[in-house]
């Protein structure tokens, strides 16, 4: 939602090139803490309805954006009436790489962590034997957990020392993608300001004559919004280590592949690639990507949506999901709509990153949780059908009612969630405002049908999704030397984009992009390239156990 982006809003999309795939010895020594403990718990009941006293659990929410707190709303006040369990949620209020490297410094973790699954920190907190394995703390405490924890997704998290450390949200298995593929949607668009995009002829921009001169049209059309000048193109936020527009998203909209028959493809090294880097050049060059792109973050991005400065961007569509809605209320033509963006020479139909096995983000206990058997408890509940209920529908007869003989939102319930997100997470925090532990296919029984300015995007992406799981957690991480050479090339590759797309003719392009592909090589490329494809090649072989 990439990744992330899911990370960053649907949530996606988003959203991902990840850890837990690699050696590691991790873990054995929390394993080993739990052994003396008494065990109480069977598999024939979820443990935490044993115990439902009062107890708050400090939560690490690794992304600065999170806006909610828990207990101000009528579905997180009602799990903690029904389960006894409160959550204090800690959310770094800048840079989330920065916090959480402070705290893996101190060898102290809040009881519970969420982080993106690509992030290294997981390969480095296990290693550490900062937390500990789920399926022991299952073992001594909550043996149901092995009932509702979907096998194949503990199959996927399993590490070499047999132990799961991690939980997915938003995960599909190739086992989902038969039962539900049909219904999948991706986070990844391309989106246009509808009323301009109608304005100007609504021109075909999947060639880069198309998109330069629709670009071009925008801005002579509609050189000012409301007194600000439109910005004619807009990107996920510059980071150290990219942007996730002019990666996954801009990759997977030319359909380039990953691998070629069975061994893992150069994408960004790929001819159609380059083309498509250097029509942003161009676009830059004659004034279409305005400087804000380059410096501008979520809340930034989120505002300027939220005034329509944008006509065109090549974004997650839930990253701005309630800005849409402030749009729509305003002006229903003025909202975004997906269109048919970049393409392949061929005009290839685009292959959009649907929901992975690794999911969005994943969900870990530490060592130092104050209890370790109610927290295992309660993540055993919040992964449950019950627990994903509760948190999607809320309480029955406060926010929902049987209809027809099915779970359906209170109307009133129903027209704030479709007009209002954000005020809609604060009053009520049902339809997965706490994301942390969501089954996304569980989901689908009581999600209400979708509305518009949501739909059009979401049908947009109907068809075109696909699942990469075998492409997943092959990323070296931790303090390997594929790790530390993986490290090195994203921030390499972090520093030459904007170099890139600033370059004042082609010819420097090339000079640019060959000195990148220099300083990879001598970063470590060949050794980071060979440990993806043997963890390819084993993504295969695991994936193929756990769907016979």
Same mark, same amino acid.
């Given at each position: ?41 069977? +598999? ?13 659990? *400090? ?15 009528? !579905? ?26 402070? #705290? ?27 937390? =500990? ?71 075909? #921009? ?7 001169? +629709? =670009? ?22 510059? !980071?150290?280590?990219?942007?996730? $527009? ?30 498509? =880097? ?17 410096? *501008?973050?979520?809340?930034? #991005? ?10 065109? #961007? ?6 701005? +999901? !309630? ?7 305003? *002006? ?12 392949? $020479? ?14 969005? !983000? ?127 090339? /994203? ?12 370059? $004042?003719? /082609? ?42």
């Amino acid at each position: 939602m990439n990744i992330r982006k899911w990370q960053k809003g649907l949530l996606a999309v988003v959203l991902l090139v990840g850890p837990l795939v690699g050696c590691t010895s991790g873990g054995n020594g929390a394993a080993t803490e739990l052994k003396d403990e008494k065990t109480k718990a069977t +598999a024939d009941a979820p443990g935490w309805k044993a115990d439902t006293e009062p107890i708050t659990f *400090d939560w690490y929410l690794n992304f600065s954006w999170f806006p909610n707190k828990w207990g101000t709303d009528m !579905t997180s006040k009602y799990v903690t009436q029904k389960t006894g369990v409160s959550v204090n949620f800690i959310v770094p209020a800048g840079n989330e790489n920065e916090k959480l490297n402070t #705290m893996l410094a101190s060898g102290k973790l809040p009881d519970f962590v969420t982080l993106s699954w690509g992030e290294d920190a997981i390969k480095k907190m296990i290693e550490g034997k900062m937390v =500990l394995p789920l399926n022991k703390l299952a073992e001594k405490y909550d043996p149901y957990l092995i009932k509702v924890a979907d096998p194949a997704k503990m199959s996927w998290y399993r590490q070499t020392d047999g132990n799961v450390y991690g939980y997915p949200n938003a995960s599909s298995s190739p086992q989902d993608y038969q039962k539900y593929g049909q219904n999948f949607v991706s986070n990844q668009t391309f989106m246009v300001r509808k009323d301009m995009y109608e304005a100007i002829g609504k021109p075909d #921009m999947r060639t880069p004559e198309g998109f330069l001169k +629709a =670009l071009q049209k925008a801005k002579e059309k509609f050189p000012e919004v409301n007194g600000q000048p439109l910005i004619p193109i807009g990107f996920h936020e510059f !980071t150290d280590n990219g942007n996730y $527009s002019f990666e996954d998203y801009l990759l997977n909209f030319l359909a380039i592949p990953h691998e070629k028959g069975g061994k893992l493809y150069d994408r960004r090294s790929d001819e159609e690639y380059i083309r498509w =880097l250097k029509t942003f050049r161009q676009a830059n060059e004659q004034g279409l990507i305005a400087k804000d792109v380059f410096i *501008d973050k979520r809340p930034q #991005m989120e505002e300027k949506v939220a005034q329509g400065r944008y006509f065109a #961007m090549l974004y997650q569509r839930s990253d701005f +999901a !309630t800005q849409q809605v402030t749009l729509h209320a305003k *002006d229903p033509n003025s909202v975004y709509i997906a269109v048919d963006g970049p393409s392949n $020479s061929k005009l290839d139909p685009p292959t959009l990153a649907g929901p992975g096995i690794s999911g969005w !983000t994943v969900t870990l206990i530490s060592k130092d949780v104050k209890d370790k058997e109610r927290a295992i408890e309660f993540l055993t509940y919040l992964i449950s059908e019950e627990g994903n209920r509760d948190l999607y529908l809320g309480e029955q007869g406060k926010l929902w009612d049987t209809v027809n003989g099915k779970p359906a939102f209170k109307p009133e319930v129903l027209e704030l969630l479709n007009k209002d997100r954000s005020a809609f997470d604060k009053k009520y925090g049902a339809s997965s405002t706490f994301w942390m532990l969501m089954d996304t296919n569980m989901s689908l029984q009581w999600a209400p049908p979708s509305v518009e300015p949501y739909k059009q995007p979401e049908d947009w992406t109907k068809g075109k999704t696909h699942s990469f799981s075998q492409y997943e957690n092959i990323k070296p991480t931790g303090t390997s030397a594929e790790g530390i050479a993986s490290g090195q090339i /994203d921030k390499i590759w972090g520093k030459a984009l904007p170099k890139l797309l600033l370059a $004042s003719s /082609d010819e420097e392009f090339d000079q640019l992009f060959a000195r990148f592909l220099e300083d990879r090589k001598k970063a470590g490329y060949d050794k980071v390239l060979a440990y993806q494809q043997k963890a390819y090649e084993e993504n295969i072989k695991k994936m193929e156990q756990f769907t016979k």
